[in-house]
């Protein structure tokens, strides 16, 4: 179940996400996690073409994850979990200079951005197929 909550200054509703979903996605975060990461076994039955999704949706949207990052950091005043290398990174690294790379790693990207409204809807009502 998903909460709703009013706010009291905006008087909208808003949606409090659990973090073991993704917006718009029905595989769990852990599993989506292992398919990209590629450091652990899939939790749950993905055929092929389910999992080359997965990679290029976070290779797509790996970039702008490190932005959402680093701009929710700057303004709550967050350190990182990490000491930023002057080697170049990955997106995937650069992420992890955030949330760290501990399992539920995704989880810890996606909540707060999705929480900060800083979600991007990549989906159509009118997308074919």
């Given amino acids: 179940m998903i909460r709703r909550l009013r706010c009291i200054s905006c008087k909208r509703i808003h949606h409090e996400l659990p973090d073991c979903l993704i917006p718009y996605n029905r595989h769990e975060s852990?599993?989506?996690e292992a398919a990209v990461?590629?450091?652990?076994?899939?939790s749950v039955p993905a055929d092929e073409s389910?999992?080359?999704?997965?990679?290029?949706?976070?290779?797509?949207?790996?970039?702008?994850?490190?932005?959402a990052l680093l701009s929710i950091a700057?303004?709550?005043?967050?350190?990182?979990?990490?000491?930023?290398?002057?080697?170049p990174q990955?997106?995937?690294?650069?992420?992890?200079?955030?949330?760290?790379?501990?399992?539920?790693?995704?989880?810890?990207?996606?909540?707060?951005?999705?929480?900060?409204?800083y979600w991007v809807q990549t989906r159509s009502a009118f997308m074919s197929g």
């Fill in 90 to 117: 990955s997106s995937l690294q650069r992420i992890w200079h955030y949330v760290g790379d501990a399992s539920r790693w995704l989880a810890r990207v996606v909540r707060p951005i999705v929480n900060a409204n």
């Fill in 74 to 87: 700057i303004r709550y005043d967050i350190q990182s979990v990490e000491d930023v290398s002057s080697l």
């Fill in 37 to 42: 990461a590629g450091t652990s076994p899939l």
């Fill in 50 to 67: 389910t999992i080359n999704r997965w990679k290029q949706w976070f290779s797509a949207i790996a970039g702008y994850f490190a932005g």
């Fill in 30 to 32: 852990k599993s989506i």
